[in-house]
């Protein structure tokens, strides 16, 4: 997947106080998809744009849009992704 198709896949990251405490206590990172994204679309397009692994996807679909939540193997490794996009 080039990077390209995976900005059009991963559209940001969504920050909340509730989602920024999922960092800490679930490894995990919450962001704003495309509504026809698969998981592993998302999956793959984390890998291209991040250069992290993700072990699990969980996606909900709300009035701001698709959601995905993603986690990583590691708090230290969710903690140094969302110090990386600007959540903290």
Known sequence: MNVETAT??????YVTEKTFALVE???KICFLVQ?????????EAVKTLYNEDA?????????YGKKAFVKFS????AR???????MM
């Open 25 to 27: 206590n679930e490894q």
């Open 74 to 77: 590691s708090s230290d490794k």
């Open 55 to 63: 072990t699990n996807i969980e996606t909900a679909r709300t009035v």
């Open 35 to 43: 509504k026809e994204a698969t998981k592993p679309q998302i999956i």
């Open 80 to 86: 140094n992704l969302a110090n990386k996009i600007g």
């Open 8 to 13: 059009k896949i991963i559209l940001r990251p």
